[in-house]
């Protein structure tokens, strides 16, 4: 069964460093997310993205991150300048033009840990 | 205001009992989709069960079964038989607008569900 993948499953890294997550979403999906969840928190949306460009953000999504679609089947968020805050866990999501319920799929998350 | 509500931060029920899980939304766009997402300790998001605004029956997946009451905004999830297995953190979710479009998820607090033996 087709599925979401992302990589690395878990990165550490230095206050105010860049960090690139990516992800493979399904290959016939048009729509893709990324998600986070502070440990013990619900998860959040943080951007959406079709057809090459942002759909929606939150106002988490500020100007230290960036979404990129830079081939055919990579989907990638990057933190320009990582704070502590911006520890969470990660989730990329697919999802398919017109289906019934537009299920959104998950990747088994990236664990970004900022120290 | 809270679009998506659990009141429940965690739940203990014995192996083989059913159990509810309660979610309550707010919206005012009469097309939505609620889900219900099962994350276990490894952290990963699986989907259970999808009820739209407007479906005329419950939902249900096997085990699962999502107790739509539309008047009172509630979308309670039953898993029927529990197994120590379904040990994990339950997420209620709400996408907004049945349009097609990248609409984005808005999840509950979640509920910490423990089976014992």
């Known amino acids: 069964e087709p599925e979401v993948t992302q990589t690395p499953s878990h990165q550490v890294t230095q206050m105010g460093q860049e960090v690139i997550l990516r992800c493979v979403p399904i290959s016939n999906h048009l729509y893709f997310y990324w998600y986070r969840q502070i440990l013990g928190q619900k998860v959040e949306f943080l951007v959406s993205?079709?057809?090459?460009?942002?759909?929606?953000k939150s106002e988490i999504f500020d100007d230290q991150f960036s979404v990129e679609r830079p081939d055919g089947s990579n989907f990638t968020l990057k933190i320009r300048s990582t704070k502590l805050e911006d520890s969470a866990m990660y989730f990329c999501a697919s999802s398919v033009v017109g289906a019934p319920r537009d299920e959104q799929f998950f990747g088994p998350g990236t664990r970004l840990t900022v120290l | 205001a809270q679009k998506i509500t659990q009141t429940q931060p965690g739940m203990f029920v014995q192996e083989k009992e059913a159990v509810t899980l309660d979610c309550t939304y707010d919206?005012?766009?009469?097309?939505?989709?609620l889900f219900w997402y099962k994350q276990p300790s490894s952290g990963e998001m699986i989907f259970l069960i999808y009820?739209?605004?407007?479906?005329?029956q419950n939902a249900t997946e096997g085990r699962y079964s999502l107790n739509f009451q539309k008047a009172r905004k509630s979308a309670n999830l039953v898993i029927s038989a529990s197994q120590l297995g379904d040990s994990a953190m339950y997420f209620c979710a709400m996408r907004e607008g049945l349009i097609q479009g990248a609409q984005k998820l808005v999840f509950g607090q979640g509920t910490r569900l423990t089976i014992n033996p």
């Open positions: 009820q739209g605004s407007y479906d005329q």
């Open positions: 919206t005012s766009d009469p097309s939505y989709g």
């Open positions: 993205f079709y057809n090459n460009e942002i759909s929606e």
